[in-house]
Every structure is written in structure tokens, then in C-alpha cells.
């Protein structure tokens, strides 16, 4: 994944750090054996999906490949695999 950049936007740095804390919080109450507080973190994780995706919206995720790309692309993997 190293080549394609996967991941590597505003996008998704936030939805995932977002996301990390309500895991973080959901395992806390877990382990303090409180359902609600484990629930909260639950939904903020939900909360960090949904802002991740409202960013990529906002355009700041990854951008689209065009058809012109896609087709170089796999022109150039094709030329790998022959090789």
C-alpha cells in the first residue's frame, strides 16, 4: 500500500482517531462493567465514521482516479506481469 497512498488524507487520520477513542472509551466502561458509559464510547465511533465520510464529502479524502488513470494503470500492471 506503500504506492497508492492509502489512508493517507485528513479524512481518514480523523475518522480513525475519533474512532480510536471510542474504542478506548468503550473498553474502559467495559472493563468497569458500566453498559452506558460502554455504549457512549460505542457511539463514538460511530462518530468518528461518520465524520470521516462528511470529510471525504468535503473533499478532503482521497480524490477520484479518472477513467484515463484507471486504464494507465492497469496498461502498466499488465506490462509488469508480461515482464
Do not use: D, Y
Amino acid at each position: 500500500m506503500a504506492g497508492s497512498s492509502h489512508g493517507h488524507t485528513p479524512a481518514a487520520w480523523t475518522g480513525v482517531i475519533i474512532a480510536f477513542i471510542g474504542f478506548c472509551i468503550a473498553g474502559l466502561f467495559m472493563v468497569a462493567a458500566n453498559p452506558l458509559g460502554f455504549w457512549a464510547g460505542m457511539a463514538v465511533i460511530l462518530i468518528g465514521g461518520i465524520v470521516g465520510l462528511a470529510m471525504k464529502a468535503a473533499g478532503l479524502g482521497m480524490p477520484k482516479e479518472s477513467a484515463e488513470l484507471a486504464a494507465a494503470r492497469a496498461r502498466a500492471g499488465r506490462a509488469q506481469v508480461s515482464s
